[in-house]
């Protein structure tokens, strides 16, 4: 097995930009010639797309709750305006997934299937906060210990890997070795580093819900919690 055939399905996902110069199925160096831009060079596994990933699950959050608010209007006429704004704002929701989609494939950073998988992917993840009462009522505390937890975890998998000679850093040096400019490879698009982001943004959601401005504005408006989160200043 080569080195990294484990951990390519652990952190998974060849990017274009450097799978087209390493792999063997183009005969007599007849690869295709893929353009680069400042922002190909992501350093991590490709495997969901991220972008596409946040991309859909914030707006599937801000979608399904505004629907959630408009589908109490009682009267016809209500109705029909529900339809429409249902219409609307689900048209909206694929528009924006699409071009995310597509501008992340055309910057040869992803390949289709990691797109399509990303916004899946985002979307369940949504689904899944809305579907898990305890997310959104959950104390400071609670929070705190659960962002030290999925730290120590983190670290503490990686390095075991470590000791069995399994890099979950694999495609940093893939990015380095292939990216056509050293100033694009931007070190905050390491797996580490988003680590670090996502548990601020887990944090910042513990901070938000238990807040006095959260509390009051959610009960004021009669909103979902999640949604309220995104809307409140
Ligand atoms: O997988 P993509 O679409 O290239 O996105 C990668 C990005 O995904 C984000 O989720 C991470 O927070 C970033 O650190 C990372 O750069």
Known sequence: MPKNGGTERILFGH???????????????????LEQFPITCETGPGSPSGHAMGSSCV???MVTAALSYTVRWKDKSAVTLHRLTWSFLWSMFW???ISVCISRVFIATHFPHQVVLGVFAGILVAEAFEHTPAIQTASLRMYIKTNLFLFIFALGFYL???LLDIDLLWSVPKAKKWCANPDWINIDTTPFAGLVRNLGALFG???GIN????ITSCKAADLKPLFSIIVTP
Do not use: A
């Open 205 to 207: 959601l513990g901070l």
């Open 211 to 214: 807040s006095e401005m959260f």
């Open 59 to 61: 707006w599937y959050v």
């Open 160 to 162: 075991s890997l470590k």
């Open 95 to 97: 528009i924006i997934q």
């Open 15 to 33: 990017r274009p930009y450097w799978w087209v110069q390493e792999t063997m199925i183009y005969p007599n160096q007849s690869s295709p010639c």
